[in-house]
């Protein structure tokens, strides 16, 4: 038997209307200890209305070495971005 | 007007008996700091302990003020000696092992929850307003504490073993909360504070319920320690005094 405790990823939503964001990671030995601990360690500065944990080994990941293969071709095709309009100034900030 | 500077010396006593179990108990709990078994425990147990801190200088803060002899809660927290301290006994206990110190906490929050709700209607409204902040921390405190003393008493064979000597322990001290004397009497019968024994039933039915569910069984003596309201205290707390106050005693008046 594991003695550490699984390891869980923290997001916090920092206000009404915003995403929740991840902050970091922590261990717990359940998901609502974490969502406790998390209150703990990473809402101490009024930061967060809301919390998210997620168990670490539920997160599957792209592979650094990967990174090549996965983002540089799209770097070769600028007309992916639609840079080529001109927006009207009454739009605002997109 | 006898009655009314009798009910002033009565409501320092009172606000004392809050804000200096408040002051030991934050400074006990922020006896683990960099110590707690896990760092996640050890930044919710510095949580704890600043809220406490943080309540004492309200409570202590307004007892200077009822007072009106010049001092103010730091003077009242860094400057008096053990007789003068009017906490319960039971937070002047030592921190022992990690189950010692949650069930210590788990004991008095279940017994300051229900007190600082009954605050909220005090008379006073510096009271009031005081309980209804201090009320928002302390009900996370119970969650908080509840919680871990369930899992650790329904746990393993050795954190169930220590959550229940723990209690066998701390259960002494525990009827001292709900006793009232001539001065608590006198507070609740001007409306400005809950009476001790008031909170009782609240207590009773709080700690049967987490401690059924935690499988620990409370001693069957009856046997309760008494005096740390009245500025008895056991040897414990003067050692805990030596180490919060020494760099008062020593530089008064020392700032940052």
């Known amino acids: ?94 | 007007m006898s009655v009314a500077l009798d009910l002033d010396v009565a409501l320092f006593e009172g606000l004392c008996r809050l804000g200096d179990s408040t002051l030991v108990l934050g400074h006990r709990v922020s006896e683990w700091c960099g110590h707690a078994p896990v760092l996640e425990e050890d930044i919710a147990l510095a949580n704890v302990a600043l809220d406490l801190i943080g309540q004492t200088q309200m409570w202590l803060g307004l007892a200077a003020e009822v007072e009106g002899k010049g001092r103010d809660a730091d003077a009242l927290a860094f400057r008096r000696d053990v007789w003068d301290f009017r906490n319960l006994l039971l937070v002047e206990r030592p921190n022992g092992d990690f189950g010692q110190t949650l069930m210590r906490q788990f004991l008095f929050d279940a017994w300051h929850q229900p007190m600082l709700k009954a605050l909220e209607g005090s008379g006073d409204p510096r009271i009031a307003a005081i309980a209804a902040k201090a009320g928002r921390e302390v009900a996370y405190h119970l969650e908080r504490s509840a919680d871990l003393v369930i899992r650790l008493g329904d746990g393993t064979p050795e954190s169930h073993a220590r959550m229940q000597s723990a209690l066998d322990r701390l259960w002494p001290y525990t009827g001292e909360m709900m006793m009232s004397d001539d001065t608590d009497r006198a507070l609740a019968d001007a409306g400005i504070m809950a009476a001790p024994d008031s909170i009782r039933p609240q207590w009773n039915a709080l700690v049967a319920e987490v401690l059924s569910e935690a499988t620990l069984k409370a001693p069957d003596h009856s046997f309760m320690h008494k005096g740390g309201k009245q500025g008895t205290h056991s040897e414990h707390l003067g050692h805990m005094l030596a180490t919060m106050q020494w760099l008062q005693r020593a530089y008064p008046d020392a700032t940052w």
Do not use: C
């Open chain 1, 1 to 94: 038997m594991s003695t550490e405790w699984p390891l869980w990823e923290i997001f916090i939503r920092g206000q009404h209307g915003l995403n929740h964001r991840h902050v970091g990671s922590l261990h717990a030995p359940d998901a609502e200890m974490a969502v406790k601990h998390a209150r703990d360690v990473y809402t101490r500065r009024n930061e967060g209305v809301s919390i998210w944990v997620v168990p670490s080994n539920a997160i599957t990941a792209s592979s650094p070495s990967d990174k090549g293969p996965l983002f540089e071709p799209s770097n070769a095709k600028v007309y992916r971005h639609p840079t080529f309009f001109d927006i009207p100034d009454e739009v605002g900030k997109m």
